[in-house]
């Protein structure tokens, strides 16, 4: 049985036998970097492969660069291996009886299996959400999915259990074709096999690129959607504001022509009250002059 969609990960990197260099292993720098926020991911990545690389350890700075970011599934994936081990290690168990369980072709158990295993993946896929929610990324129902093929393709596939427990996923695991039917139809008899020659089937290692570029492509786009999405709205916003102050603008050109027009009134009242006092001025003058004349004639 196979497993399809194990990612590049730790596996492109070296996992197959521990590059050890001058004391750091790759392992070592992936399991420090599979443990971080996926953002800080690739920043963290580079800055080890420059420091491997100005320390004069080519092999050991092409490993780490090698490392792919992990799509949102597999590091929530990750997180799950990481915070609950336990859990994880009876999910292997689990999975291990199941296989068992079919190679003996004993329905009974397989049935009563198959009910648990429909169990176990519900009850770590909430506590994949819970440990997403509780890190401030919330787990979308597309990434709770993934996140449960990986944990059935764990179950189903020894490789793919050893990739979870690992907590170095680069990408979700997806459970084979050949070796979900017997989960999904748990008690029943294999499908006889096909004669005649196996179909061919792709290198594995190319297998493994086009899945790996598939799900970075994948998390691009998503990440590219994430962002359209905030730039229409902080265009929105930004609309908004400019309308707010084109308003304020439009009642600050009215209130200024109100204002002229007051200033143009007043300005007037003051010419008409100069005018007005002249003339005071001028009917006190004459009064005082003829008060003068009249005490003179006395």
């Known amino acids: 049985m196979r497993c399809a969609g194990i990612g590049r ?43 491997a690389r100005t320390a004069g350890d080519r092999d050991l700075a092409t490993a780490i660069g090698r490392l792919p ?29 199941l ?9 009974a158990t397989l049935q009563e299996l198959s009910r648990q295993r429909h169990q176990v993946v519900h009850a770590l896929v909430q506590r994949a959400r819970a440990l997403g929610r509780d890190a401030g ?4 129902e597309a ?16 490789d793919a259990a050893r990739a979870l427990a690992a907590g170095r996923l680069g990408t979700a695991l997806s459970p084979g074709s050949s070796g979900e039917g017997w989960f999904a139809d748990a008690g029943t008899a294999p499908r006889p096999a096909a004669t005649g020659a196996p179909p061919e089937r792709p290198d594995d290692g190319a297998q493994q690129r086009v899945a790996q570029e598939l799900a970075e492509a994948r998390a691009t786009a998503q990440e590219a959607a994430d962002a359209q999405r905030a730039a229409h709205r902080a265009a929105e916003d930004a609309e908004g504001r400019a309308r707010d102050a084109a308003g304020a603008a439009e009642d600050l050109a009215r209130r200024l022509a109100a204002a002229e027009q ?33 005490e003179h004639r006395i």
């Open 143 to 158: 990434v709770a999915r993934e996140v449960a093929d990986t944990v059935t393709a764990a179950l189903s596939d020894p």
């Open 99 to 107: 296989r068992e369980a079919h190679a003996t072709l004993d329905g």
């Open 69 to 97: 970011k992990p799509t949102s599934a597999a590091w929530v994936a990750n997180l799950l291996a990481r915070e609950h081990p336990g859990d994880v290690h009876d999910l292997l168990e689990l999975g291990a009886v």
């Open 262 to 294: 007051a200033r143009e009134a007043a300005d007037q009242e003051v010419r008409f009250a100069r005018k007005t006092v002249e003339e005071a001025d001028r009917h006190v003058a004459d009064a005082e002059r003829r008060i003068r004349d009249l």
């Open 9 to 51: 990960g730790i596996r492109e990197a070296g996992t197959s036998h521990s590059q050890h260099h001058g004391g750091v292993d790759v392992e070592a720098v992936a399991d420090e970097l599979y443990a971080l926020p996926r953002e800080e991911f690739i920043s963290a990545r580079d800055a080890r492969a420059k420091a």
């Open 137 to 140: 990324k919330p787990v979308s």
